[in-house]
T-cell receptor
Framework: GQQVMQIPQYQHVQEGEDFTTYCNSS?????IQWYKQRPGGHPVFLIQ?????EVKKQKRLTFQFGEAKKNSSLHITATQTTDVGTYFC???????????FGKGTSLLVTP | ETGVTQSPTHLIKTRGQQVTLRCSSQ?????VSWYQQALGQGPQFIFQ???????GRGNFPPRFSGLQFPNYSSELNVNALELDDSALYLC?????????FGPGTRLTVL
C-alpha cells in the first residue's frame, strides 16, 4: 500500500535559522496536506496542495508539491520559537477523506 | 478550536478490558475518521464513517469497531485491550479534504 515518508525525523535549529522538511510518497498523490502538531496537542491543518509543481506561501512558510506529485516540502524561513512542533505531511488513503500520515518531523527552536 | 470534541480526555485500562471513546464532530460534517497515534509516530487511520456507515478501514483488527449516530457523533470501541493499544486516539471530522481533529483521548493500557 501507499507509504508516506518524511525526513528528517528531528531538527534542532537556533531561532532565526531556516528549516526544511521533506515528504516522499511511494505512489502518485492526488493531493498532499500538511499538518502541525504542537507538543501535547492535536494535528492542525496547514495547507493542501493539488497541482503538479504547486508552490504556496503562508507568511514564513513555503510549501511545494513536486512535478511528479510524489514529493513535497515545507520550508520555514527565519524560524521562531512559536514554530516548535511536529510537522506531518499526509496523502489520501483509499477511503473517502481518510489520510496516510508520514511519521513527522519534530522541530525544536532554541532562542 | 475546531469544534470537534472527544471524551474522555484520559483513560487507564488493564489488558483484556474493553473501552469506548466518543467524538462529537464539527457542525455540518457528516464524515468522521478515527486515528491512532502512538508516541513519536504519525496518526494511523483506523476507519471512517459517512452517514452512519463504515466507509473504509485501515490495517486494524476487528476488535476495533465503531458507530456513527444520526447526529454524526461517533464512538470507537476496542475489545480485548492489549498493551500496544496505548496511544492517543484522534477523531477528525471532514469538510471536503480538510480534516478537523479533536483534542484526542489518551488511552493507557496496563
Amino acid at each position: 500500500g501507499q507509504q508516506v515518508m518524511q525526513i528528517p525525523q528531528y531538527q534542532h535549529v537556533q531561532e532565526g535559522e531556516d528549516f526544511t522538511t521533506y515528504c516522499n510518497s511511494s505512489t502518485t498523490l492526488s493531493n498532499i496536506q500538511w499538518y502541525k502538531q504542537r507538543p501535547g496537542g492535536h494535528p492542525v491543518f496547514l495547507i493542501q496542495l493539488v497541482k503538479s509543481g504547486e508552490v504556496k506561501k503562508q507568511k514564513r512558510l513555503t510549501f511545494q508539491f513536486g512535478e511528479a506529485k510524489k514529493n513535497s516540502s515545507l520550508h520555514i524561513t527565519a524560524t521562531q520559537t512559536t514554530d516548535v512542533g511536529t510537522y506531518f505531511c499526509a496523502g489520501p488513503a483509499n477511503s473517502g477523506y481518510a489520510l496516510n500520515f508520514g511519521k513527522g518531523t519534530s522541530l525544536l527552536v532554541t532562542p | 478550536e475546531t469544534g470537534v470534541t472527544q471524551s474522555p480526555t484520559h483513560l487507564i485500562k488493564t489488558r483484556g478490558q474493553q473501552v469506548t471513546l466518543r467524538c462529537s464532530s464539527q457542525s455540518g460534517h457528516n464524515t468522521v475518521s478515527w486515528y491512532q497515534q502512538a508516541l513519536g509516530q504519525g496518526p494511523q487511520f483506523i476507519f471512517q464513517y459517512y452517514r452512519e456507515e463504515e466507509n473504509g478501514r485501515g490495517n486494524f483488527p476487528p476488535r476495533f469497531s465503531g458507530l456513527q449516530f444520526p447526529n454524526y457523533s461517533s464512538e470507537l470501541n476496542v475489545n480485548a485491550l492489549e498493551l500496544d493499544d496505548s496511544a492517543l486516539y484522534l477523531c477528525a471530522s471532514s469538510s471536503r479534504n480538510e480534516q478537523f481533529f479533536g483534542p484526542g483521548t489518551r488511552l493507557t493500557v496496563l
